[in-house]
């Protein structure tokens, strides 16, 4: 995890201490409001990762399968988050974890809070996915490449932007990973929303998905983003849509994180860590 900005206040600090303490305990709010079991491991874990959010300071940490890793660094960082109004940026290494933190752990983790009265603060947090601005379709450009489609495309490639028409009335995502078979390069290159056409000036979250994405991204709690996009945000000096002022960053699968930053960074020294700046890896 990595943090940008200060201290949190000693009254919070404790009150975050003491839920953790609290859900991890043994017949703690855990148990008791989803009937896991009590893991000594993961009562540590957790709590040594709220004491580093609450610190701002860094830590690394290494456990094995079956200690519930997901939950000990979720639970204290959503609390962390939603108390001080601080985003928890949750970064990974592969899709498959993106997708497991989003459709399986949060989820648990927003069951938690709605059956735990002491909780229940915490159960309307926002989650959201950051992704690369090219896996998004432009519905302006896309409307732009059928009106001249005649001029531009085969009929192959015309029956394609059909499709994607008809794609925008069903998705509420816009994210060209949901469809399949996937459109050829060339089309997706027309209508995704990685150009200098796809802009606030023409563009707004009312018609299009990149927009709205970056408008949820701007209201969540935890917003979970993969390394290399991180990286390589970081390498071009771009904070992910203005995201990590006053957050705080976990790392998961950090094993991968030396070989992902030489893959996307190479010469570049990351320069964004601060006397004020902290990490936690898991």
Known sequence: MIGFAENTGPKQAVQILKEVEAIFADKGWLQQGLGMEFRPQQTDMAIRVAQAMTMDSSLLFEAGTGVGKSLAYLLPGIAHAVNNGRKLIVSSHTISLQEQVLNKDLKTCRTLFKKTPELQSLADFKA???????????????????????????????????????????????????????????????????????????????????????????????????????????????????????????????????????????????????????????
């Not at 000096?237 to 190479?266: A, F, H, N």
Request: glycine share 6%; aromatic share 8%; net charge neutral.
């Open 128 to 282: 959201t996915l950051l992704i690369g601005k090219g896996n998004y379709l432009c519905p302006q450009r896309l409307q732009r490449a059928i009106r001249d489609k005649t001029d531009l495309f085969e009929s192959k490639a015309s029956t394609e932007l059909d499709r994607l028409m008809k794609w925008t009335e069903t998705t509420q995502t816009g994210i060209v990973q949901e469809l399949y078979p996937q459109p050829t390069f060339d089309v997706w290159e027309w209508v995704n929303a990685d150009s200098s056409q796809c802009n606030r000036r023409t563009c707004t979250p009312d018609n299009c998905f990149y927009q709205k994405a970056k408008e949820e991204i701007g209201n969540a709690n935890v917003v979970v983003i993969n390394h290399a996009l991180l990286f390589a945000l970081l390498g071009a000096g771009l904070s992910p849509v203005g995201i990590l002022e006053g957050s705080c960053m976990l790392m998961i699968s950090s094993y991968s994180t030396k070989r992902t930053l030489c893959l996307t960074l190479q010469p570049i020294i990351l320069a964004f860590r601060s006397p004020k700046s902290d990490c936690i890896a898991c």
